[in-house]
């Protein structure tokens, strides 16, 4: 029962993680999957299966090595050369996307409550630097409190808007427009989108598979966190299309959502976007850093703030311009990762020996 309580723990700590880089603004969803029309639950099948795989190797890898970051199942991956070069680049782009995310807690704020962004990212900068000085067992809490408010209101959201849709299901096809997309080719970016996924919770699940006490808690706290995920990415994808005209106009999609409901629970999800945002600039950085220093170290602590500090800086080019330039490229860095995990399982199931 306690594996079982803590695979749990496992699960919503991974989910916070990834919904707040995956889609808690909708303006990813929206850009990988919904501007495709109908053919977005096909995309959405094809990500389902790549997430809950390389979510569960992960997990097993950070578990069996017992790593301290991600340096370590980079190098058994790859090798110490490709792996050393893989990992920097990684580490750089992880970094871009904590930076993204940084710029989108400015336009939740602005766009929620009418706080200027440079605040609003002020706000939550502070925050992320007090919660990264934590232990790390109090992080993972802190980091899966949130999930289950998040779910609740994301199925809420979704199915009143499922069932009152201002866009037709027959018109979202006309209404799509497949010029948002990175790629134009559905399954293409199912699969970057896949590999944003791995590239964001990669390090820390490898983590949090170390932490693990059974390797039964890594492997099942990857899946159930991966089926929540797909589960709620089906529903927000669904009332996407349901306001996909508004939703084309706005940085935040979700929150058109929840505002068509009521400005009540508009202003309660923006709340839960900046928490889901806060989680996900924690979990990475807290990666980055555990890849250069030691953690809660005076070393770990300078390169925090200088982190956040350059971030904040960088927030001034714009949310919507970072997702597109930073998340295509980091989901072709979390194929490369994606592949080497399926060889690597393969391999496994091949030999006597074990690999994985």
Same mark, same amino acid.
């Given at each position: ?191 970057? *989108?896949? %590999? /944003?996924?791995? !590239? ?6 490898? @983590? &949090?598979?170390?932490?693990? $006490? #059974? ?116 989901? *072709?860095? %979390? /194929?490369?990762? !994606? ?6 399982? @393969? &391999?496994?199931?091949?030999? $006597? #020996?074990?690999?994985?």
């Amino acid at each position: 029962m306690d594996s079982q309580k803590d695979a749990i723990k496992f699960a919503l700590a991974y989910t916070g993680i990834v919904v707040g880089a995956g889609f808690s603004t909708g303006q990813e969803v929206l850009q990988f999957f919904s501007s495709f029309g109908l053919w977005s639950f096909a995309g959405i099948a094809l990500t389902a299966i790549c997430v809950i795989f390389i979510g569960r190797q992960t997990a097993k890898l950070g578990y069996r090595y017992d790593v301290p970051s991600h340096e370590v199942p980079l190098n058994k991956l790859f090798g110490k050369t490709a792996g050393t070069l893989i990992d920097y680049v990684f580490t750089i782009f992880m970094y871009g996307i904590a930076i993204v995310m940084v710029a989108g807690s400015g336009s939740a704020f602005k766009e929620s409550f009418n706080i200027e962004p440079w605040i609003g990212t002020i706000i939550l900068i502070v925050l992320v630097f007090f919660t990264l000085l934590m232990d790390f067992n109090k992080i993972l809490t802190v980091l899966g409190v949130v999930t289950p408010f998040l779910v609740i209101a994301v199925f809420i959201i979704s199915v009143i808007n499922i069932m009152n849709p201002q866009v037709a299901i027959d018109q979202v096809n006309q209404i799509a427009d497949i010029s948002r997309t990175p790629t134009g080719l559905w399954w293409l970016d199912s699969i970057t *989108y896949a %590999g /944003i996924v791995l !590239g964001v919770t990669f390090s820390f699940l490898s @983590i &949090m598979g170390a932490d693990a $006490d #059974k390797q039964f808690v890594a492997r099942r706290g990857a899946v159930y966190g991966g089926i929540i995920f797909i589960v709620m990415l089906l529903l927000l994808n669904t009332g996407m299309l349901a306001v996909l005209d508004e939703a084309n106009e706005v940085a935040l999609p979700t929150l058109v959502m929840a505002n068509a409901i009521h400005p009540v629970l508009g202003t309660l999800f923006s709340i839960i976007i900046i928490l889901l945002i806060y989680n996900t600039v924690v979990g990475m950085l807290y990666s980055v850093a555990a890849r250069f220093t030691t953690p809660y170290s005076k070393n770990y602590k300078l390169l925090l703030a200088a982190m956040l500090i350059i971030g904040y800086l960088l927030t001034f080019i714009g949310f919507v311009d970072l997702v597109n330039f930073f998340y295509p490229i980091f989901g *072709y860095v %979390g /194929i490369i990762i !994606g592949i080497a995990l399926l060889v690597r399982w @393969i &391999m496994n199931k091949n030999t $006597d #020996k074990r690999l994985l």
